[in-house]
Nanobody, 115 residues
Framework: QVHVVESGGGLVQAGGSLRLSCAAS????????MGWYRQVPGKQREMVAT???????NYADSVKGRFTISRDNPKNAVYLQMNSLKPEDTAVYYCYCWAGSHNYWGQGTQVTVSS
C-alpha cells in the first residue's frame, strides 16, 4: 500500500504565492511519475503539472510560466511552487503518484485565492 499526503494549501490574495508539498510512503518499488491535479465543484479534475522520474515536466497551459513542479526522488516527494496566483486557481489540489502499475492519490489540499 502506498500513502500520499499533501500539505501547503491555504488562503492567499491574488498575485501571491503558495508552495504545495507531497510525499509518498509505503510499499514503493519504483515511482514512474508524480504530479498535481486540481478540481472545483461541478467540474472534472484537471491536470496541473506532472514530472517523471527522469525530470520531464508537463504543465497545463493555464499555469505555464506561473507554476513550477519539482521533485526529490530520494524522498519520494514532489513540490508545486505557485506564483502570481489568480482567483481561478482556487480549487482542491490533489497529488498523485504513479508507482508500478497503479495511481495513488492524496486526500487533497484546498487552495483559495481571493481577489
Amino acid at each position: 500500500q502506498v500513502h500520499v499526503v499533501e500539505s501547503g494549501g491555504g488562503l492567499v490574495q491574488a498575485g501571491g504565492s503558495l508552495r504545495l508539498s507531497c510525499a509518498a510512503s509505503g510499499s514503493i518499488v519504483s515511482i514512474n511519475a508524480m504530479g498535481w491535479y486540481r478540481q472545483v465543484p461541478g467540474k472534472q479534475r484537471e491536470m496541473v503539472a506532472t514530472i517523471t522520474s527522469g525530470g520531464r515536466t508537463n504543465y497545463a497551459d493555464s499555469v505555464k510560466g506561473r507554476f513550477t513542479i519539482s521533485r526529490d526522488n530520494p524522498k519520494n516527494a514532489v513540490y508545486l511552487q505557485m506564483n502570481s496566483l489568480k482567483p481561478e486557481d482556487t480549487a482542491v489540489y490533489y497529488c498523485y503518484c504513479w508507482a508500478g502499475s497503479h495511481n495513488y492519490w492524496g486526500q487533497g489540499t484546498q487552495v483559495t485565492v481571493s481577489s
